[in-house]
């Protein structure tokens, strides 16, 4: 992983870049997105797979001891209250102590491995088996790697799981783990690591990095203007309180005239189900604040324009339902959808079934109510 902002200012001489996607079958390609929860201005080179057993996230190969260097994004998909998941990053200057590991292609080998249903399960069993780190090689996943299918591969990185930390916390947990498993520098120094940060990062220089993006020049290293990253300023996303019923987050009161949508999520299924943002294809969610409460399995999504764009992107927010079928360790059935704001109302239409039916309604209509929200469910049958 490469930190753009650095290269320009030290003047890098770089190769031609392939652009957003890595090329089919062509490896050692410098290219700008490699996973869907990479920072902004960043970008690879490519090493495509196949990955191999005991490679250089587990840190040995590299001399480091066990310490690799990772990434991840504060849970976006609400099954991260028991381990962490971050994918292999090579320059990104946050290092994982991997411990006790164990590593295998899919997650399906795991949940079997392990007798888990579903990730959390799995991280419950492999911590009481005294693992720190699972390691997959081989998992195919489109949410993960956007450029996968373009590419022809079947995956773009390796994820390595703490088992024992929270991925609900950018920093694995809180308060952030100690130098035992989190450090920066060559592995050396304390990562001194903030949780108000969206994704994993060493603190201060960290985040006064991010802060002088806006006001850097880019001398012409890629055509994408590069921005701060401002998520960690916005509210969280995830609003799971532990409350016996919905609760709105203080943000919704601001609905009217903005689209806004509380949308419950419910199942008539034998099948326990996680809620996530999602894409669909390379569109992101944008222009739209959002939370998902986990307990209850409502998502609160707004829109933060007081109307939509007159030309594409337009502005939509993506989900994905992920069910793990009752006493099957293999999942996944899935189904997408996106909350949206259009003439004739606010708008939820499930636009991807994979295995897993979905169903929109209304209550009572599109047409948001008095409090200037419009309710949806989204059913899984």
Not at 233 to 239: G, L, M
Not at 344 to 370: F, I, K
Request: hydrophobic share 35%; net charge negative.
């Amino acid at each position: 992983m490469l930190w753009d902002d650095l290269l320009a200012k030290h003047k890098v001489s770089l190769p031609k870049s392939s652009g957003r996607c890595a090329p089919s079958k062509c490896q050692l390609n410098y290219f700008q997105e490699n996973n869907a929860y990479a920072p902004a201005h960043t970008s690879w080179i490519w090493h495509p797979p196949p990955y191999a057993p005991n490679g250089p996230w587990v840190g040995p190969f590299a001399g480091r001891n066990g310490w690799v260097e990772v990434m991840h994004e504060k849970d976006p998909f609400g099954d991260e209250h028991h381990g962490c998941w971050f994918l292999y990053a090579r320059g990104s200057g946050v290092w994982y102590q991997t411990g006790k590991y164990i590593e295998f292609a899919e997650h399906g080998d795991a949940y079997n491995h392990f007798k888990a249903h579903g990730n959390e399960e799995m991280c419950q069993a492999a911590a009481a088996a005294g693992y720190d780190t699972i390691i997959f090689l081989a998992h195919h996943d489109s949410t993960n790697y956007p450029c996968a299918e373009k590419g022809g591969y079947p995956t773009m990185n390796v994820e390595i799981v703490a088992t024992k930390l929270q991925g609900t916390y950018s920093c694995g947990a809180t308060p952030p783990p100690s130098s035992a498993v989190l450090r920066s520098g060559w592995a050396t120094d304390e990562c001194k690591c903030n949780n108000g940060l969206t994704r994993t990062n060493c603190g201060k220089l960290f985040e006064e990095r991010l802060a002088s993006l806006a006001a850097e020049p880019t001398n012409g290293l890629n055509s994408t203007v590069l921005q701060a990253d401002k998520s960690p300023i916005e509210s969280s996303t995830d609003c799971s309180e532990n409350h016996t019923s919905a609760v709105d987050p203080v943000w919704f009161a601001n609905c009217n005239p903005a689209a806004c949508l509380r949308i419950f999520v419910t199942s008539s299924s034998n099948s326990t189900f996680n809620i996530g943002n999602s894409t669909n294809g390379a569109l992101k969610s944008l222009g739209f604040r959002w939370c998902i409460d986990h307990t209850n399995s409502v998502v609160y999504a707004m829109q933060t324009a007081a109307r939509q764009p007159q030309h594409p992107p337009h502005h939509a927010a993506y989900f994905e339902l992920d069910a793990h079928p009752t006493g099957k360790a293999h999942p996944i059935h899935a189904c997408r959808f996106l909350a949206s704001y259009w003439t004739s109302g606010n708008v939820v239409r499930v636009y991807q079934q994979d295995a897993l039916t979905c169903t929109s309604s209304y209550a009572p209509s599109q047409l948001p109510g008095p409090d200037g929200v419009t309710n949806v469910t989204v059913h899984i049958s």
